[in-house]
């Protein structure tokens, strides 16, 4: 039982290049796309959260669908859309990082929304009723909101990094496991399976669940600090 | 809320400790580590395969059927025709694909150099003890000189199978070529199937596969073209043998068969275990083509549905059907390359 702890120690250990190379994509792809995700979704999740107009309703089950979405449906959009014979084939995006984090980004926001869209539907009247009776301009409301919703914004956080980091199916199929360019840990593990090296593959888990581990703790201590 | 937290820990903590327990097992089992140092040479030549047998080798597979004409296994380049009929999803032509041709003709030129054949050939005979590789008679070879790479052209991209990259020749290889002409090469590994269709949509600059029917499609539908210098669109260089595996104990004896085909004829015939890779890669299609006719056995999973019972298509990688075949006791068709390294390291592939 301890074999896989003892090769992953010593494997983050022997200071193998390759190992960093793919937890140095892995962080900047998942931090980049989670970020991003949040950065979109949150005044989306807002605005379909508070104001209510008419389509609501229909964006509403839009977004729900595309929180659905199975990763290898986008990373084969993406795929087709930035291939060599794609429409956008001279950016030359194709197995690069930033397509790879286009690619979460699309996977992600919706969930960003869906989740932040639930809590502030519930929370929005109350201060809704507050701003007016103060003449706030929207601009400020919306402010208010993102201040009530700093808790929920924390945990959401949470769950767009979960999912930036697990992804394997749309990651491997726009970012192509390429080494030292796009083999993210993911990928890695799909790839040392894949050779019969599980022992490896597994080895690469535990220092995934381990970052993972970190990143909650470290989120988790911040969201601490704006508990109501 | 701090009992929350504490619980949170804990159930992570014990996913932790799952993992690591899944973990334990296959490292233990397969390869008991005291001497792997010794134990696969043995294993690894073929005609050792009867005395490995009761000392309680490493890896039980072995190679039962080898060095047959019908299983020579050829590696060839193509470089990807700017100028070929691309198309995009919906089949509409689309005429400005950009392809690296000066990168790929580097890098094509430098492998077919004497440097570049040299060190293909002589490539794992430190490591395994054997070549895992040899040069094709009368392969084409390159004299001319090589051009540098620049700012345009410096990033080839090469689409290859999981074999070539497994076996750990590419990256013995390219560090060389990266470093002398200043390219850098980004290796997608996928099976032959995969790999051509990733040239066909404009993904690759060249491609290094070991299917000829594929290869000779590929260049008729006019996705390949002859380099300058070369008599051929199809450079095949270098070749290994495909090689037959099953468990030491035979069952269904095809080492003493006459041929492979009367071998895999016996396997089907007995309802043997047998592990194909079904994923359209060169060894799956040189698998397809060593069946009886009469079994109908093609790509489609509804040609072998009936014989679901011992046929099993797995579509995985090379290293882990092996390990598949290994845990099932069954045959497998792999070449052998891939086969040496997987022994070599106490079944796994790395």
Redesign the interface.
């Known amino acids: ?5 003892e ?1 992953a120690a010593a494997l983050i250990l022997s200071g193998d290049r390759e190992l960093w190379s793919i937890l140095a994509v892995t962080a900047r792809m998942s931090l980049c796309s989670s970020l991003a995700a949040l950065a979109l979704g949150v005044p989306l999740g807002i605005w379909l959260g508070a104001c209510s107009f008419p389509g609501r309703r229909a964006l509403l089950v839009v977004n729900r669908t595309l929180m659905g979405t199975p990763p290898v449906v986008c990373g084969l959009l993406f795929y ?1 859309l930035f ?5 956008f ?2 950016l ?1 995006l ?2 690069t990082v930033p397509v790879m984090i286009l690619a979460q980004v699309t996977l992600i926001t919706p969930l960003v929304v869906g989740n932040l869209e639930s809590y502030v539907t519930a929370v929005a009247p109350p201060v809704r009723e507050t701003a007016r009776g103060l003449g706030l301009p929207p601009w400020k409301v919306f402010l208010l909101l993102v201040n009530e919703c700093l808790y929920p914004i924390f945990s959401v956080y949470l769950l767009a990094f979960a999912r930036a980091i697990a992804e394997v199916g749309a990651v491997s199929m726009v970012g ?4 030292w ?1 796009t083999n993210v840990m993911t990928t890695a593990i799909m790839q ?9 593959a ?2 690469l ?2 220092i995934l ?2 970052l993972s ?1 970190g990143v909650n703790l470290l989120v ?1 201590l911040l969201q601490g600090g704006v508990r109501r | 809320m701090k009992t929350n937290r504490l619980l949170a820990l804990f159930l992570v903590g014990m996913m932790l400790l799952a993992l690591a327990a899944c973990g334990g097992q296959p490292a233990n089992s397969p390869a008991p580590s005291p001497a792997p140092s010794s134990d696969p040479k043995e294993a690894v030549s073929p005609s050792s395969q009867s005395e490995a047998a009761p000392s309680g080798p490493v890896v039980n597979t072995v190679i039962l059927k080898e060095a047959d004409d019908q299983m020579i296994n050829t590696y060839t380049l193509l470089a990807v025709n700017p100028g070929a009929p691309f198309t995009d999803a919906n089949g509409t032509p689309v005429s400005d694909v950009s392809v690296n041709t000066s990168g790929a003709a580097a890098l094509i030129q430098w492998l077919l150099s004497e440097e570049g054949l040299k060190m293909a050939a002589d490539y794992g005979v430190e490591q395994y003890n054997d070549h895992l590789f040899y040069l094709l008679e009368g392969a084409p070879v390159y004299e001319g000189a090589i051009e540098k790479a620049t700012e345009e052209t410096k990033t080839i991209r090469l689409s290859t199978t999981t074999s070539v990259n497994d076996s750990g020749l590419l990256g013995a290889l390219l560090p060389v070529f990266e470093e002398q002409y200043g390219y850098t090469v980004e290796v997608q590994s996928a099976g032959t199937g995969k790999a051509i269709a990733a040239a066909k949509y404009g993904n690759a600059d060249l491609i290094l596969v070991h299917a000829k029917s594929q290869e000779e499609a590929f260049v008729s539908d006019g996705f390949s073209y002859v380099l300058p210098g070369f008599q051929s669109e199809r450079l095949s260089f270098l070749y290994n043998y495909f090689v037959l595996c099953g468990p030491t104990e035979d069952p269904a004896k095809v080492a003493e068969s006459a041929t492979v085909l009367d071998a895999f004829a016996a396997i089907a015939e007995g309802k043997h275990t047998f592990i194909s890779r079904g994923d359209g890669s060169g060894t799956h299609t040189k698998e397809l083509s060593l069946w009886p006719e009469s079994l109908g056995i093609t790509q489609e999973a509804a040609s072998f549905t009936v014989y679901a019972d011992w046929y099993r298509s797995a579509n995985a990688g090379m290293g882990a059907c092996l390990v598949m075949a290994e845990e099932q006791k069954g045959y497998i068709l792999t070449d052998k390359a891939t086969f040496l390294t997987f022994m070599a390291n106490g079944g796994k592939v790395a």
């Open positions: 039982m301890g074999k896989a702890f090769q087709l291939s060599g014979v794609g429409p084939r001279r030359r194709l197995f192509g496991g390429i080494a360019k040392y399976t894949n050779r019969g090296d599980f022992s490896k597994i080895a888990g535990i669940m381990a581990l988790s």
